[in-house]
């Protein structure tokens, strides 16, 4: 059974930082891109980062962009997402999520995700 | 970038109505389009992908339909349990999510 179990949520302050973590089992997790994708409270889904099966190709969402970066440790079947200079407009529920491919948008075509974990919250307030 | 917008926003059903959710996307994305359901407190689920294919497990109520521009998520007889939000995602150089469409029971 696939399973997405995301970590590290809470509360920080506007300007601090926080690293998410995204622990996978139940397939190959070096077989498939993976990717983070948020839902502000009451808000619709919004695309926030993907990698792709080596790390070799990774995207962000303009949004994140300069701020969050993206990792995996195919070692470890983890997801991670390293989030700094944080503001109010990030607070949101993070969640990680399985693509059906192994590359980032490879071919400028991206494919979907088929599995996803619960998410971890994270809340951005002085 | 390529936008999408989703209509309606909301809607009002009952149980074994035929419901039709339209995706419209800003520039043509050939058939590179999904739809998700959500109901609250959960994570998404995927429908369809690649406009019409259904993901396996799906009951086969749902349908995808649509290339270019325009796109429709049908649910055939909507059963007690579709009652969620539905999003469409566009797939084309760019994993953008639609706004959502929520099915509420009239």
């Known amino acids: 059974e696939v399973q997405l179990v995301e970590s590290g949520g809470g ?3 506007p300007g601090r930082s926080l690293r998410l973590s995204c622990a996978a089992s139940g397939f190959t997790f070096d077989d498939y ?15 926030v980062s993907g990698i792709s099966w080596n790390s070799g190709s990774i995207g962000y969402a ?14 470890k079947n983890s997801l991670y997402l390293q989030m700094n200079s944080l503001r109010a ?28 974990g619960q998410g971890t919250l994270v809340t951005v307030s002085s | 970038d390529i936008q999408l917008t989703q209509s309606p926003s909301f809607l009002s059903a ?10 419209r996307a800003s520039q043509g994305i050939s ?5 998700y359901q959500q109901k ?31 796109f429709t998520l049908t649910i055939s007889s909507l059963q007690p349990e579709d009652f969620a ?19 509420d029971i009239k």
């Not at chain 2, 058939?31 to 739809?35: G, K, T």
């Not at chain 2, 939000?85 to 099915?103: A, D, E, I, M």
């Open chain 2, 31 to 35: 058939s590179y389009l999904a739809w």
């Open chain 1, 11 to 13: 509360l920080v302050q």
């Open chain 1, 89 to 116: 407009e990030d607070t949101a529920l993070y969640y990680c999520a399985k693509d059906t491919g192994d590359g980032y948008c490879s071919g400028g075509s991206c494919s979907p995700f088929d599995y996803w």
């Open chain 1, 33 to 47: 891109a993976m990717h983070w994708v948020r839902q502000a409270p009451g808000k619709g889904l919004e695309w």
């Open chain 2, 85 to 103: 939000t539905y999003y469409c995602q566009q797939l084309n150089s760019y994993p953008r999510f639609g706004p959502g469409t929520k099915v």
């Open chain 2, 40 to 70: 609250p407190g959960k994570a998404p689920k995927l429908l369809i992908y690649a406009a019409s294919t259904l993901q396996s497990g799906v009951p086969s109520r749902f349908s995808g339909s649509g290339s270019g521009t325009e």
């Open chain 2, 14 to 23: 009952s149980v074994g109505d035929r419901v039709t959710i339209t995706c």
């Open chain 1, 62 to 75: 303009d949004s994140v962009k300069g701020r969050f970066t993206i990792s995996r440790d195919n070692a």
